[in-house]
């Protein structure tokens, strides 16, 4: 106790400065004054068990729970505090935290409060202003809390000193220990967004077919989080076993399909008194990150894009029936080729249409004896202006094309392309004057116009009939360049028409 009440000095003192502030309303008796005080005290030392968990909680780096830059509360919320602006007002506050699925911060006990207390004077510091979720907005009788809760009906409330005054926003103000005041709604400060952690990371599961297989990806919630034997069930139930990896290249496919920041993932692989896979065949091949002990009760889990890079896609060990830490541990099955079915077509929207020089990359699965189609539709109707036809069979990839970018109608057959295992690119650039596309980095096709073709009208890029891993739009670096060659070399040796 000598130790805390040493530790709880320095912040009394804080307490005492900001209590001999000059403020409106009637002045504080001596009782109230002594009253203060130890209440001070007796929050310091709140504060400093909070400020121990909360080290604890930074130095183990729960970002399996929470977003990167969003800290977890009690395993239940993900907060979010910026470090350095922006100043906002409150409406703009919290249409920020709704544009991230999240609201301004509730406040419903002391607990939370401290907590709020210790991480913002890491933040901001004592001198800061935040806003919280607690306002009292057009039709309400009171000011209330954003989840619904009027003030009258929650239990707990921190006002700071002649506050509230009738204003109809409310700050934490970190010079007065995070107490809370009313405010101007429009004055600007920085501000607290909270989200459920069910919300940060909901689970999900992509299913994609690689040769002769299909796997499913699983990455779930943190409460669903599950144990070696625990995801090797849930594989089997489904007809499937968790993934046996016989040789790099599926190896890579499981690692960079869906290459998600900081994930373990569970493999079939486990040791008895050998090494076995889940489906009972003999390892060929390993990834291992270092060498490991042969250990029974050890399993193989599979490192995602981890904070040191190198480690991607390599394995380690860990006890079987060893419940998922704090970061985030998925898994993946494997099932005969039929299991997949159909994926849903996949809807990019492109707000405003793309301009000349814009960029479109689409990272996918196509197995073998399959169809996708690709589509550029036009907005608000709908229409197809540009449709790419990719069929596959043993060895080789199919494609036609029907482009209708300035009234006439152009259509091509396309040269075969050799079919390559695993995720294959497509991607177009777009001209002045027409387009040109890529598969697998190689150019596939022209489509050109003797005048200006405007891709602004487009409305969305769809993509049916394959797994989409990963798709990005961007603005070719090469464009001015570009703009200065001859149309006409653009129209010599069209790939589509050898």
């Not at 005080?37 to 007796?42: L, S």
């Not at 350095?84 to 919290?94: D, E, N, V, Y």
């Amino acid at each position: 106790m000598a130790v805390l009440g040493a530790a709880c000095r320095g912040p009394t003192m804080l307490w005492e400065r900001s209590r001999a502030e000059p403020r409106k309303g009637p002045e504080r008796t001596g009782k109230q004054l002594d009253i203060a005080a130890a209440m001070a005290r007796a929050g310091c030392c709140w504060r400093v068990a909070v400020r121990v968990a909360l080290e604890l909680t930074l130095a183990s780096c729960v970002w399996g729970l929470c977003p990167a830059g969003w800290l977890p509360y009690r395993n239940t919320l993900c907060l979010f505090v910026p470090a350095k602006g922006p100043a906002l007002s409150w409406s703009q506050a919290r249409a920020f935290c709704q544009e991230r699925k999240a609201e301004l911060i509730v406040i419903g006990d002391y607990k939370k409060q401290i907590f709020l207390t210790e991480l913002t004077d890491r933040g901001g510091g004592p001198g800061s202003q935040y806003w919280m979720g607690l306002a009292r907005l057009a039709g309400e009788a009171e000011l209330t809390w954003v989840d619904g809760t009027p003030i009258s009906k929650s239990w707990y409330r921190n006002w700071l000193w002649s506050h509230p005054k009738g204003e109809h926003c409310v700050q934490l103000v970190g010079f007065y220990l995070n107490q809370w005041r009313d405010w101007d709604c429009n004055s600007t400060s920085s501000f607290i967004c909270e989200m459920p952690a069910t919300d940060a990371f909901p689970s999900s599961v992509r299913a994609v077919r690689f040769r002769a297989h299909c796997y499913t990806f699983h990455f779930p919630a943190l409460w669903e989080m599950r144990t070696w034997p625990q995801a090797l069930a849930f594989c089997k139930q489904s007809g499937g076993s968790l993934a046996s990896v016989q040789g790099e290249d599926e190896n890579v496919f499981l690692s960079d399909a869906f290459p998600a920041d900081g994930w373990h993932m569970w493999i079939g692989l486990q040791f008895s008194t050998a090494w076995r896979w889940s489906d009972t065949t003999v390892p060929v091949y390993y990834k291992w990150h270092h060498p490991v002990a042969n250990l029974s009760g050890q399993c193989a889990v599979m490192a995602l894009r981890p904070s040191d890079l190198s480690r991607h896609g390599t394995w380690e060990t860990r006890g079987c029936d060893t419940e998922p830490p704090t970061k985030a541990t998925g898994f993946f099955c494997k099932y005969s080729p039929g299991s997949c079915g159909l994926p849903a077509p996949v809807e990019f929207p492109l707000p405003g249409g793309m301009g000349p020089y814009a960029t479109a990359d689409v990272v996918f699965s196509l197995p073998r004896y399959s169809v996708c189609t690709v589509m550029l539709t036009k907005a608000y109707t709908r229409a197809a202006l540009f449709q790419l036809r990719l069929e596959s069979n043993a060895t080789h990839v199919y494609g036609s094309l029907a482009a209708e970018f300035t009234g006439a109608s152009v259509q091509k057959e396309l040269v075969p392309v050799p079919f390559a295992a695993g995720l294959s690119t497509w991607g177009f650039i777009t001209f002045p004057a027409g387009m040109i596309g890529f598969f697998n980095h190689q150019e596939h096709f022209r489509v050109f116009s003797d005048q200006a073709i405007s891709f602004a009208n487009l409305g969305s890029l769809l993509i049916s009939g394959v797994t989409v891993a990963n798709a990005s739009l961007g603005k070719h670096t090469l464009g001015a360049a570009l703009e200065r060659e001859s149309r006409a070399h653009w129209f010599q040796s069209d790939p589509g028409q050898q």
